[in-house]
């Protein structure tokens, strides 16, 4: 018996270890520019789990990297429709709206991010990096409004070497 639990709970923490990377190794696909790879790792991710946000997040930052904004609007749309609570998505769907020139949309949304983002401790780092790196990207983002979210966050997680290496990252995918 005692063999039967933990074998089944070894399984159940390697399972969970692989998705873990899965997101991650997707996640490094999109930094380092190889987006089909990236949108492949995502839709497997999205598939095997649609209520998975952070890969339906990451999914829609792809489809945007591929320049099909209405892909990403479309999945953001179709998931906050099932789950309009969804802080990642929001961001998502404000970085659509920034790139479609809805400033006030946007901020909107992002505003509403990190009110439900927050908790006792405030809001959440990742929903503060994502508002920062959708301003920087987008080229009618506020980069100051950015600046101030990613400062938030970096006060927060000060050992959260993302938030520090989003300006320059996003920047050097803009230029």
């Keep these: 018996m ?7 709970l070894a399984s159940l923490l390697s399972a969970t270890a692989i998705r ?4 991650q190794e997707g996640i490094n696909h999109l930094y380092a520019e190889r987006y089909k790879s990236a949108k ?13 946000l952070d890969a339906v997040y990451w999914l829609g930052q792809t489809e945007i990297a591929l320049e099909d904004v ?3 609007r479309e999945l953001y749309s179709k ?13 998502g769907m404000g970085h659509v709206n920034l790139i479609d020139g809805k400033k006030d949309d946007a901020r909107q949304q992002f505003e509403t991010a990190i009110n439900l983002s927050s908790g006792k401790k405030g809001p959440d780092v990742a929903v503060l ?9 987008a080229k009618e983002g ?3 409004y950015a600046i101030d979210k990613l400062k938030l966050a970096a006060q927060k997680d ?4 993302d938030v520090f290496s989003q300006p320059w990252r996003c920047l050097s995918e803009s230029s």
């Design 2 to 8: 005692k063999t039967t639990i933990t074998v089944l």
């Design 20 to 23: 873990a990377q899965s997101m």
């Design 40 to 52: 492949d790792v995502f839709e497997k991710l999205v598939a095997t789990n649609p209520n998975n």
């Design 70 to 72: 209405k892909s990403a």
């Design 79 to 91: 998931t906050l429709q099932a789950n309009g609570n969804a802080p990642l998505i929001l961001v």
């Design 129 to 137: 990096n994502t508002i920062g790196r959708a301003n920087i990207d």
């Design 142 to 144: 506020d980069v100051a």
């Design 158 to 161: 000060p050992k959260n070497a």
